[in-house]
DNA sequence: CATTATAATTGTACCGGTCTAATTTTTCAA
DNA sequence: TTGAAAAATTAGACCGGTACAATTATAATG
């Protein structure tokens, strides 16, 4: 782990350890340096993602503080690391529906940037939060990139083996929001009723290279969703 | 301007006007420095600006390159200086149905932090889309901040007038979204039938001193209503 | 010709510095 | 005591450098 996400760590453990709250003042720069014992410009660099994740803002003049989201059990759409981390407090199992080796959609195939042809891995599986169901899901893994997927695999998490057991780098994503009408199926599948509201939640994941793996649909339960998203102005 | 806003204004321009595709490699980082005639370190920012605002992927050992997402008039949930920049090839106008000084439920307190008894300031207002209702809107601005509103600026863009009339600086926002049915009135003013999806976005907005002046409940037309994320591993 | 080892390319981490701009604190005058 | 001016504090912009790691191109090898 580098020096910067290091101490980011170190700081944001600090900031729940000693449970600070919204406007708590941190040390200054030259502090932090010193304790730290790195130059400025690493300090900088832990505290300028630790503004991105949501931990601080920094007020030029003025010092560090603690910035804190008050509400509980959202799903973070930044994370791009699937929700688990977020509600890590709840008990969150999956159910796989079906999981082969296929020809992808004309949809997903053009969302993964391959031929018609071209063979995907297809998941599909029903999670849930608590025992109540959180999200239908449906999933295209470029079969090229993502060479190999079983159901205990799928059954777990995805990502993590793509991380760990492939020592793929995932980098970027896309992600698209819509709301709509359940239909008959997905109501099926989630234990609501036809016509019901649903959030769908299109992906696109992408390598550090930019090639595409992955492209993914879930409808999420409309009474188990919530999301969140911090965001700065002086990043857009 | 800054410098490196400057140079990320003008590779994205670059980008546009010489309508570089997904995977189109740019210059690399020396020539850029000596394009610009600025330090490595100045570009470098630049360029993460621009990955941040998903514009470019940097490859370590390999390039830069251009990232596009493909769809259009989605409404970035990042942006965070309202949605008009996203649909500005759409016709956005406002209907202004209250503008009054108030005080705030419990709830507005709550989020801008503020007593029962502070004064705020409260705008409800409809918008459309091409002519068809994207939103109602309901915002609560802590008037101790927000000092004056009038009709006027209701009905064009209330931020701009915050920064550009009150010379205040936003700084970050939390942003909670949740999917329901609408009720009655919502329905009502949207035009859509009672028991209909809606996306209900709830944001808190923070002047860059970390003060919370704005707080509004927005319900989307689950018709009109598409939003998009660009996501980073390496900021989360 | 395919494979492997080597070298060149290229972005990123990190250092340590100067100067600037926003904010806060202190000082001083009315 | 109040308010304005001056000084001190503090984060951020920007420079210019070295070292490193991932990727890509080239050369060597069988």
Redesign the interface.
Known sequence: MLKYQQIAAEIEKYIEDHALQ??DKLPVLETLMAQFEVSKSTITKSLD?LE???VV?Q?RG?GI?V?R?K?KG?I??????GFKKDLEDYKITSKVVELEVRIPTQEAAHNLNIGLDEEVYYVKRVRYIQEQTLCLEESYYNKSIVTYLNNEIVTESIFNYIKEGLGLK????????????LNEEEAEYLGLKNG????LVESVF?L???QPFNFSKVT?N?QQ?????????H??
Chains 1, 2 share one sequence.
């Open positions: 919204q406007g993602l991105r994740k949501g803002f007020v003025s503080f910035r989201h509400r959202y973070s759409l930044l994370s791009n690391q995932v980098g970027f994503s896309d992600v698209y929001l819509h709301v709509d009408k019901d509201p649903k959030l992408h550090t290279n930019g999420y409309y969703s919530q999301f969140f998203i911090q965001a700065n102005s990043f857009s």
